[in-house]
């Protein structure tokens, strides 16, 4: 029942932006912490940016400063902020969450969208 729904992805030109969305909907009784991944062709998906509940950020060392992470708990989103964009960023892009439809906080697992195509190309 819990489903994570990505958008904003695009096609857009090497020095552009986007702005991801993913929103967490269905029986849930917390959200811990969440994160997005990109997988490119022929490559293993691999981690851009997570943050926890509290707002404690992490991202890969490819975001060179050029990616925000945010979140609005109440709302049961989380952004991503893509600044600077070059081909090499160009995959499909997946929100993840660690989601608890328990009472109090409890079972939790992870969740997956089904990602948005983000295509960097002049």
């Known amino acids: 029942q819990v489903q994570l729904v990505e958008s904003g992805g695009g096609l857009v030109q090497p020095g552009g932006s986007l702005r991801l969305s993913c929103v967490a909907s269905?029986?849930?009784?917390?959200?811990?912490?969440m994160g997005w991944y990109r997988q490119a062709p022929g490559k293993q998906r691999e981690l851009v940016a997570s943050?926890?509940?509290?707002?404690?950020?992490k991202y890969a060392g490819s975001a060179n400063g050029r990616f925000t992470i945010s979140r609005h708990n109440a709302e049961k989103t989380v952004w991503l902020e893509l600044n600077s964009l070059v081909p090499e960023d160009t995959a499909v892009y997946y929100c993840?969450?660690?989601?608890?439809?328990?009472?109090?906080?409890?079972?939790?697992?992870?969740?997956w969208g089904r990602g948005t195509q983000v295509a960097v190309s002049s």
């Open positions: 993840n969450a660690d989601i608890c439809t328990g009472v109090f906080g409890s079972d939790c697992r992870e969740h």
């Open positions: 269905g029986p849930i009784s917390y959200i811990n912490t």
């Open positions: 943050i926890t509940a509290g707002g404690r950020t």
